[in-house]
């Protein structure tokens, strides 16, 4: 079945030890995106790649990293956790563009200690 | 800026009862999205909403959009307690913008 797989499920992490996240798709989609999600909150969207070209949003703070090797893989590195960044990972695929329906991983519990 | 807001944001509901979430948006979008999230997992894409009028059913949901309004709905109908979780709409407005989230409980 084509799928957003992310491993691991989860993560423990000490405080401000480097950390990689990642992401892989079966679906050959164009666009892939890395969202932060706290509890109780919405998902806030961090940076997308579409195709080679990278995205970042204005608020994402410079400690968030992203590489996107090829296009089936992305990686999310945290280059000094905090414990504000102890939160839910999620990331999504989509076929063409930011319009387009966006299929999102089970997503990768980061816990900072 | 877009903005998109739900309510009500917490739901407790009796099984066979109806209900609708609404979910109301600040400027005009083409495109409507409600997920479904269960505690600890993912989102599940539920509808796309596409054009004003665009009604969409699956099981006991059905979403409509009214784009003139910025407004759409999700109507439960006969709630059972499998629809336990929740939903956020979210809006294309150069990214997907979410709401808050509507967090449902359904109780015997």
């Known amino acids: 079945d084509a799928m957003v797989i992310q491993n691991p499920r989860y993560q423990v992490t000490q405080f401000g030890k480097p950390v990689t996240l990642s992401c892989s798709q079966t679906?050959?989609?164009?666009?892939m995106y890395w969202y932060q999600q706290k509890s109780s909150q919405a998902p806030k969207l961090l940076f997308h790649y579409y195709d080679k070209d990278f995205n970042n949003e204005a608020d994402t703070p410079d400690n968030f990293q992203s590489r996107r090797p090829n296009t089936s893989f992305c990686f999310l590195d945290i280059r000094s956790p905090g414990l504000g960044d102890a939160a839910m990972y999620l990331c999504?695929?989509?076929?063409?563009?930011?319009?387009?329906?966006?299929?999102f991983g089970p997503g990768t519990r980061l816990t900072v200690l | 800026e877009l903005k998109v807001e739900q309510n009500p944001l917490f739901l407790s509901m009796q099984e066979g009862k109806n209900y609708t979430i609404y979910c109301n948006y600040s400027t005009t979008s083409d495109r409507l999205y409600w997920y479904r999230q269960d505690p600890g997992k993912s989102l599940e894409s539920l509808f796309v909403?596409?054009?004003?009028?665009a009604v969409k059913q699956e099981g006991r949901l059905m979403a409509s959009l009214d784009t003139k309004a910025r407004l759409s709905t999700l109507h439960i109908t006969a709630a059972v307690h499998d629809l336990s979780a929740t939903y956020f709409c979210?809006?294309?407005?150069?990214?997907?913008?979410f709401g808050q989230g509507t967090e449902l409980s359904v109780k015997p």
């Open positions: 679906l050959n989609h164009n666009v």
């Open positions: 999504a695929t989509s076929r063409v563009g930011l319009w387009d329906t966006q299929y």
């Open positions: 909403l596409l054009s004003n009028g």
């Open positions: 979210a809006v294309e407005g150069g990214k997907l913008i």
